[in-house]
Every structure is written in structure tokens, then in C-alpha cells.
């Protein structure tokens, strides 16, 4: 079965400074990866999704990520945080065209001012 | 365009009681599904729904039942609520039958004592 595999559960910066969260996906063939954030008491929103072509993928909010099929991973990044990027971030994968939408466990990423 | 809207915001259960979750989307979408989110264990989809007149099981859909009632609605019911079944849900919909594309409702928060 697939899975993702997230493995920060709390990450706590200063505003500033650099993130880059992990995220590891078990299964051989052909995904679609999604990274989703849930600010505090609100649904999830898409930061952004790679399906195919440039591996580097550029998302809402100075949020890119990158896919390496080779490591089998699709970290996230933001250069430098704000306070507003406080929320929980969920990776997720659609393994081949038919699959379901397997989330991650969640990295909870905190602020501080 | 609401997206996706549910109700109730909030419930608060007595052990064995029924209750109903709703969901609708304005977006003519064709797949609509159920999630819930539990600490530290990511979202796990319940049911879905891949066209009108059709629903299939996810990863846990034990002690729920849903309905399509048409292409805009498609709710969960909890026929005799266990503490076990206390979790934030989340209804989604998307355009195709695959996974791909969701958009989310603003969750429903219940509470089974």
C-alpha cells in the first residue's frame, strides 16, 4: 500500500529564517504530489501540486517544492518564513491516475514573531 | 461560488446517538468525498463518490453509511455514534472521478461523549 511519510511533527523557526519540510512517498510508478496547509481553525488550502514536468514547483505564498523521483521525495520550501506561516502542512500523494489521495501525518510549523 | 459548504460547524454526541453530516458544492464538480482528521494521523478518506449514483468505501469507512442525493450533495451518517468516531471531518469535491484537484469544506468538528 502507498503511504507518506512526513518526518518533522513540530518544526519551530524564528521569522526569517529558512524552511524546508520533508516528505518521502513509498511507490514505484507514476504520482501526483500535493502539498496542503491548514492555518489554525480553517480548512485545507493547495500551496501546490506537481503532476509532471519541471521538477521544481513554484506555489502560492513564495512556497516552492521539489520533486526527486530518485529519492523518492517532494520537500518543501520557503526561503524565509513569516509569523502568517504558522499552520499545519500536509503532503500528499495521488499514485497513478486512479488512486487515492494518501496524506501524510502532518508537520505543524510554528512562527515565533 | 460558496465551494464546498457543511453543516454542522460543530456537534457534540452522546454515545449511540445518529446523526447526519451535510455537503454540498456549487462547483459542478462530479466526486465529492469524506475525510476525517485525527491528531498526529494526517486525513483518512471515509467514502466517496466518484459520479452521481455511485459511492465506494476508503480507507475507514466502518460505522458510517453515506448518500449521494444528487450531484451537489453527498452526506455522512453515523448511525450509532462511539467515542471512537470524536474527529474533525472534511468534505471534498473535485472535478473528475480520480483524486486529483480537491477542494475542501470548512470541516465539521464532532464531539462523541
Known amino acids: 500500500a502507498q503511504s507518506v511519510s512526513q518526518h518533522n511533527h513540530h518544526v519551530i523557526l524564528s521569522e526569517a529564517a529558512s524552511l524546508e519540510l520533508g516528505c518521502n512517498y513509498s511507490?514505484?510508478?507514476?504520482?501526483?504530489l500535493f502539498w496542503y496547509v491548514q492555518y489554525p481553525g480553517q480548512h485545507l488550502q493547495l500551496l501546490l501540486k506537481?503532476?509532471?514536468?519541471?521538477?521544481l514547483v513554484k506555489g502560492i505564498k513564495g512556497f516552492e517544492a521539489e520533486f526527486i523521483k530518485s529519492k523518492f521525495s517532494f520537500n518543501l520550501r520557503k526561503p524565509s518564513v513569516q509569523w502568517s506561516d504558522t499552520a499545519e502542512y500536509f503532503c500528499?500523494?495521488?499514485?497513478?491516475?486512479?488512486?487515492?489521495?494518501?496524506f501524510g501525518k502532518g508537520t505543524k510549523l510554528s512562527v515565533k514573531p | 461560488n460558496a465551494g464546498v459548504t457543511q453543516t454542522p460547524k460543530f456537534q457534540v454526541l452522546k454515545t449511540g446517538q445518529s446523526m447526519t453530516l451535510q455537503c454540498a458544492q456549487d462547483?459542478?464538480?462530479?466526486?465529492m468525498y469524506w475525510y476525517r482528521q485525527d491528531p498526529g494521523m494526517g486525513l483518512r478518506l471515509i467514502y466517496y463518490?466518484?459520479?452521481?449514483?455511485?459511492?465506494d468505501k476508503g480507507e475507514v469507512p466502518n460505522g458510517y453509511n453515506v448518500s449521494r442525493l444528487n450531484k451537489r450533495e453527498f452526506s455522512l451518517r453515523l448511525e450509532s455514534a462511539a467515542p471512537s468516531q470524536t474527529s474533525v471531518y472534511f468534505c471534498?469535491?473535485?472535478?473528475?472521478?480520480?483524486?486529483?484537484?480537491?477542494?475542501f469544506g470548512p470541516g465539521t468538528r464532532l464531539t462523541v461523549l
Open positions: 463518490s466518484a459520479s452521481e449514483g455511485t459511492t
Open positions: 471534498a469535491s473535485s472535478t473528475s472521478g480520480g483524486f486529483l484537484w480537491q477542494f
Open positions: 500528499a500523494v495521488v499514485a497513478g491516475s486512479q488512486g487515492n489521495l494518501i
Open positions: 506537481y503532476f509532471s514536468g519541471d521538477p
Open positions: 462547483m459542478n464538480h462530479n466526486s
Open positions: 511507490y514505484g510508478g507514476t504520482v501526483n
